[in-house]
């Protein structure tokens, strides 16, 4: 069966319990990404401009920084999770406005690599990190439109969301249903969005079985009333 449904995922303290980005940026950036960082919780530019400013500072070969990021797993309950959507044909997808090299690599290190991902990018230029946001769209300032993303790659199906923070708070407007924690959990309840705190995926898996089990149900109900016709 397949379920008319789009299950977006984003991955910094989401399938992994730290942002990876943030502490690439700690290890190898030089002085000054600070500023880039309390203007963007300000509100003063949005995580493209900040991501791009703190990437430029960062004088390291890339596939030293990737390497680093291999200190770092994916919450132990999220393989049986991604397994279940598969198993069930249920369209998903990582949408991250982290960089996808960070993020393959390590679902790479736990199996998962043909998970998809829509990411921003990263390249070595003139001896330092140059960011690339092919997922932004004009007017966001995000580095990638979850929007844009789960619209297109969705066909416009209902969007089950999973994430924590800022970057989410846009789709989680748009949402068919959050599943939330820390900032977007308090964001959810203060603007009345329907929403679901979890600790892990498991929580995430009993309610899309629970949804699987009633559409179950459905079908069946109508094809005995069809029957008795």
């Given at each position: ?178 599943f939330a924690k820390r900032k977007l959990e308090v964001y959810c ?30 079908i069946r109900e109508s094809a005995a009333a069809v029957k008795s016709l």
């Amino acid at each position: 069966m397949r379920f008319d449904l789009f299950v977006a995922i984003d991955f910094d303290g989401t399938i992994v319990e730290k942002d990876i980005t943030d502490e690439v940026i700690k290890e190898f950036a030089r002085p000054g990404w600070e500023l880039a960082e309390e203007e963007w919780e300000k509100g003063v530019i949005g995580s493209r401009e900040c991501l791009e400013r703190q990437m430029a500072l960062i004088e390291e070969p890339l596939d030293k920084v990737v390497k680093f990021v291999d200190r770092f797993e994916v919450d132990s309950t999220f393989p049986e999770f991604i397994a279940y959507l598969k198993k069930n044909h249920i369209p998903h997808g990582v949408v991250s406005d982290g960089f996808e090299a960070f993020s393959k690599r390590i679902l790479s290190n736990a199996g998962l690599a043909d998970t998809p991902v829509f990411a921003n990018l990263l390249k070595e230029a003139d001896g330092r990190l140059k960011a690339f946001f092919p997922n932004s769209k004009p007017g966001c300032p995000s580095g990638t439109c979850k929007c844009m993303v789960t619209s297109g790659i969705g066909n416009g199906a209902p969007v089950i969301l999973i994430g924590d923070g800022r970057s989410d708070f846009c789709l989680g407007r748009k949402a068919g249903f959050v599943f939330a924690k820390r900032k977007l959990e308090v964001y959810c309840r203060e603007n009345g969005i329907p929403h679901a705190a979890f600790k892990d995926f498991t929580d995430v898996s009993r309610y899309i079985k629970s949804f699987e089990y009633h559409i179950t149900n459905r079908i069946r109900e109508s094809a005995a009333a069809v029957k008795s016709l």
